[in-house]
C-alpha cells in the first residue's frame, strides 16, 4: 500500500498540497523536481560523472541506512541537475513512510546540503516497500511508476547483523535483488544498476578477485527452501549450511551475488563490494558514524570503559574504508557501468569493484587501536564507566583469561553489590552483549585475505580531474593519522550522544576515573604479590 503523498500517489495528492516554509510556497508537482535550470554554458561546465546523471530519476534501497544516507546527501549535493531520487522505505516503530523520510533529512549530515541546495527536498520522492517482502512489497501503481521512470538503481539494502535468521537474511539478501533485477529488465530508461555487495561475501576464498564466484548454493533452492520449511528446522538446518561461512550475512550476500549475475542477461549492472565501512572522512561532515558495528562498536565500548580485551591479531590488516570515500566510488561505479554498457552492450559483462584499503593505504588491527587511543582519550565521554585499559590479544586462550579476570569477575562483584543494595544488577547482563559482539568481530580480526581491487585503479584513471576532486575516492590519498584525529570525536558526539558541551564536565570525570584506575592496579598488584608470598611460605613450611 502506497502511503500518502508519496510514490505514486504523489503525482495525484501533491498538486493540493503546500511545501513547508523550507521551500517555495507554491504547490509543487511530480514533473517539477527537476528545480535547478542551467543554460547551455553551465550544462557543458558539469563533469562527466554530472552530465551521466542528468535529468535522471535515481531509486535507492537501504536508503535510510548508514551507506544509504551518504549516498542520498552525496547526490543531491554533487549532482545538481539530478531530476529526483526514489526512495525505498517501510513503515518501522510506528512511524509511517512520510514520517521515516522527513525525520531522515532532520539528520545532522544534511546540514550542508540544506545551505547549499535549500530546495533539494523537491526532489525526493518515498516510495512505500520492504525488502523482507516478496517483490519489495511494492504497489502495482509504485511498480510501474518505475518502470516508466527510473534510470539509474542502487541496490543498497540489506541486514548487516552477522546473527540474523536465515529465513529473514534470504529474504532481504538474496530475494529482494533478484525481485529488484526482475523489476529494473522492464525499466526501458535503465542506465546503470549497481548491487552493493561485501568484500566478505567470498571471505572462505584466501584471494578475493574481482569476479563472481560460484555461488555457495543454488539461490532459488535457497529462497524455496526459506518459503517452505518451519522456522525451527531452519534454524537447526543453518550450521550445515554454512559450513565454512562465518554467518549469515556473508553466506547470503555470497548467494546473491551468483543471483545477480543469472538475472542480468543483457543489464547495465554492477557489483560493488566495500571492506569495512567506518565513519565519514571529509564530508559531509567529518567523522560521522549512527552505528555500532564492528570497530566502531570496538572503539566505543573502550571508550565508556565496557571493553578491555579483544580476540585479535594485531598485525593483521584491518582493511577499513571510510563511508564517504566508499559512496563517491559507488556513485562513480554506476557511472563507468553506464558507460561500457552504452559503448558495447553486446559483450557487455558484469563489473565487479573490490573497495578496499589493504593496498593503496593499509592499517592494521593494531595500529588502529593505537590511533584511537592516542587521539580518544582527548575526547572523553561523560558516559564512560571507566578509565581506558585494552589490549588485543592473538592466542585465544590468553584472551579467555583476561576476559575472565577484566571482565566477567568485575562484573559479578559489582553485580554483588548492586543486589546487595536493592538494585538491578546489570553488569553480567551487558558484558554477554559484548562477548557475543566480540565472539563476531573476532573472526574478521584473527584473519587476513588477499583482495584484488584492479577496477579501483582503472577507475580513477578514467575520471577527470574535476570528477577526481568532486567524487574523491581515491585511498592512496587516505590518510589515517588526520583520519583518526576526528574519529573518536565522531563516535563520541554522534554515536554516544554526548555533545561537545560536556567535555569539560568528561575529563573531569576521566580524571578521577584514572586515579581509581591506577588505584585498583596498585592494590591488586598487592594483593597478588601478597597472595604469591603466602604461598611461598606455605610450600616452604611444608617441605621442611
Request: aromatic share 12%; net charge neutral; glycine share 4%.
Amino acid at each position: 500500500m502506497v502511503a500518502e503523498n508519496y510514490g505514486y500517489t504523489a503525482i495525484e495528492n501533491q498538486k493540493n498540497k503546500n511545501l513547508s516554509n523550507d521551500f517555495s510556497d507554491a504547490p509543487y508537482y511530480i514533473e517539477d523536481v527537476a528545480d535547478v535550470q542551467l543554460d547551455e554554458n553551465q550544462i557543458d561546465d558539469l563533469t562527466p560523472i554530472q552530465k551521466f546523471y542528468d535529468g535522471t530519476n535515481v531509486f535507492i534501497t537501504g536508503s535510510t541506512g548508514f551507506l544509504g544516507k551518504i549516498l542520498v546527501e552525496k547526490l543531491l549535493r554533487s549532482c545538481p541537475t539530478i531530476s529526483s531520487i526514489y526512495l525505498l522505505v517501510r513503515d518501522k516503530k510506528g512511524k509511517n513512510l512520510e514520517q521515516r523520510v522527513d525525520e531522515m533529512f532532520d539528520d545532522v549530515i544534511f546540514d550542508r546540503l540544506r545551505k547549499e541546495c535549500p530546495k533539494f527536498r523537491h526532489k525526493v520522492v518515498g516510495v512505500a516497500g520492504d525488502c523482507s517482502l516478496p517483490e519489495l512489497g511494492l504497489s502495482l501503481q509504485d511498480k510501474r511508476l518505475l518502470i516508466d521512470e527510473i534510470h539509474i538503481i542502487f541496490h543498497v539494502a540489506a541486514t548487516v547483523r552477522f546473527d540474523e535468521k536465515l529465513e529473514t537474511a534470504v529474504a532481504i539478501n538474496i530475494r529482494s535483488p533478484r525481485d529488484l533485477l526482475r523489476l529494473g529488465r522492464e525499466m526501458s530508461k535503465l542506465k546503470s544498476f549497481i548491487h552493493v555487495s561485501t568484500v566478505y561475501a567470498n571471505c572462505t576464498n584466501n584471494c578475493i578477485e574481482e569476479k563472481i564466484y560460484p555461488g555457495a548454493i543454488d539461490g532459488e533452492k535457497m529462497i524455496m527452501l526459506t518459503e517452505n520449511v518451519p522456522g525451527k528446522i531452519l534454524d537447526d538446518m543453518t550450521p550445515r549450511l554454512l559450513e565454512n561461512y562465518p554467518n549469515t550475512y556473508a553466506y547470503t550476500k555470497q548467494i546473491a551475488e551468483d543471483i545477480v549475475r543469472r538475472e542480468s542477461d543483457n543489464m547495465p549492472v554492477g557489483i560493488f563490494r566495500p571492506a569495512i565501512v567506518i565513519a565519514t572522512y571529509k564530508e559531509p561532515v567529518k567523522s560521522w558514524i549512527n552505528n555500532m558495528y564492528g570497530p566502531t562498536g570496538v572503539v566505543a565500548g573502550v571508550g565508556v570503559g565496557l571493553l578491555r580485551t579483544l580476540y585479535c591479531d594485531p598485525e593483521v590488516n584491518a582493511n577499513l574504508v571510510p563511508v564517504d570515500m566508499c559512496v563517491n566510488s559507488l556513485i562513480t561505479a554506476a557511472w563507468e557501468v553506464g558507460e561500457s554498457y552504452r559503448k558495447d552492450q553486446k559483450s557487455y559483462d558484469i563489473m565487479v569493484y573490490n573497495y578496499e584499503s589493504g593496498k593503496d593505504q593499509p592499517i592494521n588491527w593494531g595500529k588502529f587501536m593505537h590511533l584511537s587511543h592516542h587521539y580518544g582519550i582527548e575526547y572523553p565521554s561523560t558516559k564512560a564507566i571507566w578509565y581506558y585499559s585494552f589490549k588485543l590479544y592473538k592466542y585465544y586462550p590468553v584472551y579467555l583469561f583476561w576476559t575472565f579476570l577484566l571482565h566477567t569477575l568485575p562484573a559479578l562483584l559489582a553485580d554483588t553489590v548492586l543486589f546487595c543494595l536493592g538494585k538491578q544488577p546489570r553488569l553480567m547482563a551487558a558484558y554477554k552483549k559484548v562477548h557475543k559482539f566480540s565472539s563476531v568481530i573476532s573472526y574478521f580480526c584473527t584473519r587476513e585475505w588477499d583482495v584484488r581491487s584492479d577496477s579501483l585503479r582503472r577507475q580513477q584513471e578514467r575520471m577527470c580531474d574535476k570528477d577526481r576532486e568532486l567524487f574523491f575516492s581515491d585511498l592512496k590519498q587516505l590518510d589515517w593519522d588526520e583520519y583518526y584525529k576526528t574519529y573518536c570525536k565522531g563516535v563520541r558526539q554522534y554515536l554516544l550522544q554526548d555533545p561537545l558541551e560536556t567535555l569539560e564536565v568528561a575529563q573531569t570525570k576521566w580524571r578521577r576515573l584514572y586515579f581509581a584506575h591506577q588505584a585498583v592496579k596498585f592494590f591488586s598488584g598487592f594483593g597478588l604479590m601478597a597472595m604469591a608470598y603466602w604461598l611461598f611460605e606455605t610450600c616452604i613450611y611444608l617441605i621442611v
